[in-house]
């Protein structure tokens, strides 16, 4: 797959999903590297690169760590399928968004042992505040977004949460690490293409908060979603 | 400055430098609309959007932020120069990397008022833990590697943390927004270029902590970096 695009950078930017089904194909070593390559030129906290990342692919530590986390993706799921009602209002409709997301929410948990690459993303910060990711999601997404340029998709997570103590044992990741990010990877069955969001005029604000500029205007044919903040917040 | 370059995307996610000197000429609204579009393309945790965007430019209060957050940034770059023993060692030489470092640092917090536009991150996130980063940083990314394509570039810091209650107050940011980073932006003084850090098989490792696989190799003619961790951590 290697190089197989030439998209922009702009482009990218504005085209790269949260993937979440794969093909069932493995990523070569040198797509890996690259991927990995461009997730380390991400800025640290004074250029200290206190990021790790921890491959998982078919070794024995590996698929039992994948097994541990999709159990715990299958629970997340499960929680939040009840938590956020995507059985009712429109997710009775099969054909609607919302049950498109489940259905794919769904196979994702499900074949998760067979995500083609796991990326856990860590970082050695403990200020104990936000500023903690600041050295490790830009890598993050640098990571996604060079998967993209390269042929492949993935989703940055959270659901390594609730297993995290039993990760670091199997894994032997050390106490001075935080895990920030669990991410699979894999080539997209489905297509990459324009995210959708809020309205730009709901995002941003100039001068003072609450202040909307008349410049904050979304280019020509920008779709949106109904996801996120009432427009009134 | 718009669309200038036509940057690809690999490219461009490995020479988006830390830009920490501007020229003295202002942003156009237009470019920073397409910057700040590009930064809500990112990812945030259940596509919430829980990221704000606040611009400061030439308005009173974003004048008066402007030089709060200035007064701090000097602060801690005094601070960090002492601590980090900025002039010891080869900071002695003049021409060291260390001493051009300590130059560009001063030069950019005496005259951080000056900076043409400051973008202040803030996230609706209160989970405590590192996973509020993962609804903002990944979104700081994607902003700084738009204003890179587009001929600006910015720095990703978090020196308004000693001032955080002033300019929550003067700038009306509510409470249950953390600011996540300030992020001046301008036209580069110097260039873009090749991002500098320690070798790969440094930051990656298979299957289990501490692995390095063999497939964990920077392209040819990769430069390093000797900042960061010791090749043993």
Chains 1, 2 share one sequence.
Not at 15 to 43: C, G, H, M, Q, V
Request: aromatic fraction near 8%; include cysteine.
């Amino acid at each position: 797959m290697s190089d197989k695009t030439d998209i922009g950078l702009l482009e990218g930017l504005a085209t790269t999903r949260a993937i979440r089904r794969y093909r069932n194909e493995p990523i070569p070593s040198e797509d890996l590297a690259k991927i990995l390559f461009s997730a380390t030129r991400a800025p640290t906290g004074s250029n200290r690169q206190s990021f790790r990342f921890l491959t998982l692919q078919d070794s024995p530590p590996a698929v039992a760590a994948k097994s541990v986390l999709g159990e715990s993706f299958r629970a997340g799921w499960a929680a939040k399928k009840t938590a956020d009602g995507y059985s009712g209002g429109t997710g009775a409709d099969a054909d609607s968004p919302k049950s498109r997301m489940a259905r794919t929410m769904q196979q994702f948990v499900d074949n998760f042992e067979q995500t083609p690459v796991v990326v856990l993303a860590c970082v050695r910060e403990r200020h104990g505040s936000i500023m903690d990711g600041a050295s490790i999601y830009p890598a993050c997404q640098n990571l996604l977004l060079s998967a993209r340029a390269l042929g492949y998709g993935g989703v940055l997570t959270g659901w390594h949460g609730p297993v995290e103590t039993e990760l670091r044992e199997l894994l032997q990741i050390p106490d001075e690490y935080l895990i920030g990010a669990t991410i699979p990877l894999g080539i997209p069955e489905g297509n990459h293409g324009p995210v959708r969001r809020r309205p730009l005029n709901e995002l941003v604000y100039d001068g003072q908060w609450g202040t909307t500029p008349d410049w904050a205007q979304d280019p020509e044919g920008t779709r949106f979603t109904s996801a996120g903040p009432p427009p009134a917040h």
